[in-house]
């Protein structure tokens, strides 16, 4: 009976953790945080790229912008990048752009981790973390999207899939 009873507990678990594994592979699954919709005016910010050439964010006003606020010794940052290069190349002929600003690090370290990764999108510099006080920001990495109007309307703390992207972002660009 003892065996009887060990054997259908040790069905029972297995059974349960069958039931209850995600249903996405583990080898595409992409942990992503979800965004909080908010609503406030985009913050006036201007920053130098890195060719040291001065851009506003007010220049993007007509398009959706999503701002990424980052470092290179953030892991989920770096993890993100890739997604997020991929997303801006699908979609930056659709009115989108993607600012990558770098918080408080040397044009020589973010242009090593720009040109390692062979990033597209536009990074800027912001040494003295103008952006990070503007959005109010207190981890890395934060995402926020900008409407049409200039309009904050989704924001993120932590690293964003693609999923999310297209599921929240998309959305946006198409309005």
Known sequence: MIFIGAGLILLGVVSLLLLNRPSTPAATFEPSTVPARVEFAAPSLTLKDLQQVEHSLNEYRGQVVLINLWATWCPPCKAEMPTLDAYYQAHRKNGFTLIAINAGETA???????????????????????????????????????DRQGTVRLAWVGAISREMLEKYVTPLIGE
């Open 108 to 146: 020589e370290a973010v242009k090593a981790f720009v040109q390692e990764r062979k990033l597209s999108l536009n990074v800027w510099l912001d040494p003295q973390n103008q952006a990070s006080r503007a959005f109010q920001v207190m981890s890395y990495p934060s995402s926020f999207v900008i």
